[in-house]
């Protein structure tokens, strides 16, 4: 069964650096999504893209965040200047389009800021 | 925007008894409703889900309920096994319009055998 794909597992990065989270969606789907666990919190919405463009961004995801998809098969996320509190796992999730379809998640980056 | 509930936070039963979670969410243009099993370590997985134009959906020892007016879903998990043990969310959205997952907090379920 296709699955989505993470990496890393697990990044440690020093306070203030940038980070790049990297996915592969499943490959015949078109909306990709990020969301983030806090430890012990729930699972966040970050943002949603499709069609090349983000298409709802939540209020936690401002400029200090960005996706792309700079290929045909992989959507990042991109952390500047990461503070302490973005220590979290972030997800990535894709479905196969818009409506009524189920979103499929891959195992997760666990952010660490140190 | 949407406000999704999930109660209890955590669920112990023994081998072979039911669990039921229940969840309640704020929103009445919420559509869609599915249920994620996430064990240790391992990612969302998604074990069933229901739509706003059904009331009940069935698939093996799972069961899901829906009640638009009092908009709350529940999860109906019989005949547990230990391998059923897992952390349990429940997420609501509003397909065709916003398409993002609201989660609840989780529930923490222990079957003992």
């Known amino acids: 069964e296709p699955e989505v794909t993470q990496t890393p597992s697990h990044q440690v990065t020093q306070m203030g650096q940038e980070v790049i989270l990297r996915c592969v969606p499943i490959s015949n789907h078109l909306y990709f999504y990020w969301y983030r666990q806090i430890l012990g919190q729930k699972v966040e919405f970050l943002v949603s893209?499709?069609?090349?463009?983000?298409?709802?961004k939540s209020e936690i995801f401002d400029d200090q965040f960005s996706v792309e998809r700079p290929d045909g098969s992989n959507f990042t996320l991109k952390i500047r200047s990461t503070k302490l509190e973005d220590s979290a796992m972030y997800f990535c999730?894709?479905?196969?389009?818009?409506?009524?379809?189920?979103?499929?998640f891959g195992d997760g980056t666990r952010l660490s800021i140190l | 925007g949407e406000n999704v509930e999930q109660h209890p936070s955590t669920l112990s039963v023994q081998e072979g008894d039911s669990a039921v979670i229940k969840c309640t969410y704020s929103?009445?243009?919420?559509?869609?409703f599915p249920w994620y099993k996430q064990e240790l370590g391992k990612r969302p997985q998604l074990i069933i889900d229901i739509r706003s134009n059904v009331g009940e959906k069935k698939d093996q020892r799972i069961a899901v309920t829906l009640n638009k007016t009092a908009k709350h879903f529940s999860l109906h998990i019989t005949e547990t096994q230990p391998e059923d043990s897992a952390v349990y969310f429940c997420a609501a959205s509003n397909q065709g319009g916003s398409e993002k997952l609201v989660f609840g907090k989780g529930m923490k379920l222990t079957v003992n055998p």
């Open positions: 893209f499709y069609n090349n463009e983000i298409s709802e």
């Open positions: 999730a894709s479905s196969r389009d818009i409506g009524n379809q189920p979103q499929h």
């Open positions: 929103d009445s243009a919420s559509n869609y």
